[in-house]
Structures are given as structure tokens and as C-alpha cells.
């Protein structure tokens, strides 16, 4: 299954849950994206031919990553752009989550392993701005769809 979250037309986003399945490849992403998120699925046999990645310049102005859900569960909470909070789901292992933007915050509601991979080099501090989170009061879990 494939899930992508969206405040007013924008791709805040993708989840491909670990029950997804479908023979050859898909990508989830358009094109403008500074990360983009495939799936892959070939037979036995089946080769990719060796091949080296070219130079090719290419300006990321946001940061955007890629979550893998190892192990435990994971609460995804996500806001607008403006830091207003929109929905929360949940993320189970061998979920992947790509954050394209908008804000988000995580709650580990089980102990957790989590791999990101995002454009770097990080920046620290300067490469996020903290806000405060939503109140557990106001927490709207979607299910799973």
C-alpha cells in the first residue's frame, strides 16, 4: 500500500508500507524532487547492468529525507508549512516514509530503530526550525489507508 499525505495540493508525504507489492519498478516522486523514492521488484536472474552515476550539478534549496522503520512503531505527526498541525499515522517496521515538506514530528510509541537518509551535509541548527507540538489532546490519527 502507498499512502501520500497532502495539505491544499502540496505533497507533504509518501508512505509505502511494507506490505506493498507489484512486479518491476515505480517511482512515487516527480521529477522535481530533490530525493526521489522507487520501489523495485525483479526475479531471480535478473540483472542490473554495472554502471557509474555521471556529475550532474544540481541545486537543493530544502531538505527533504527518507525514513526506514527497522523495528518498533513509530507516530508521524505532520503540519503545514506554517506549523499548523494537519494529522498524525503510524509507521511499523519495514515502513518508508519520504517527509517532502511541511513540518513533522515523531513519537516513538515502542522502542525504535530508524534509518534517514537525506541531502547533506547537515547543517545543524541552521538546517531546521523547532516549534512546539501539538497538544496530545489534538492528535488526529488517520488510519491507515
Do not use: C, W
Not at 1 to 7: D, F, P, S, W
Not at 21 to 43: A, C, H, W
Not at 46 to 70: C, D, G, M, Q, W
Amino acid at each position: 500500500m502507498i499512502e501520500y499525505i497532502a495539505e491544499d495540493g502540496e505533497q507533504l508525504a509518501i508512505i509505502l508500507r511494507s506490505n506493498y507489492v507489484k512486479d518491476g519498478i515505480e517511482f512515487f516522486t516527480p521529477d522535481s524532487y530533490s530525493q526521489q523514492l522507487g520501489y523495485m521488484n525483479r526475479p531471480a536472474g535478473y540483472a542490473i547492468p554495472p554502471h557509474v552515476h555521471n556529475l550532474a550539478r544540481r541545486e537543493v534549496l530544502y531538505t527533504s529525507e527518507v525514513l526506514f522503520i527497522k523495528s518498533g512503531k513509530v507516530r508521524v505527526d505532520f503540519y503545514s508549512q506554517g506549523k499548523t498541525y494537519l494529522e498524525s499515522r503510524i509507521l511499523y517496521p519495514n515502513d518508508v516514509i519520504l517527509l517532502a515538506s511541511g513540518g513533522h514530528g515523531f513519537e516513538m510509541l515502542e522502542q525504535s530503530e530508524i534509518i534517514e537518509v537525506k541531502q547533506g551535509p547537515y547543517a545543524g541548527e541552521h538546517d531546521k526550525t523547532r516549534f512546539a507540538s501539538a497538544d496530545p489532546s489534538d492528535i488526529l490519527l488517520k488510519d491507515n489507508e
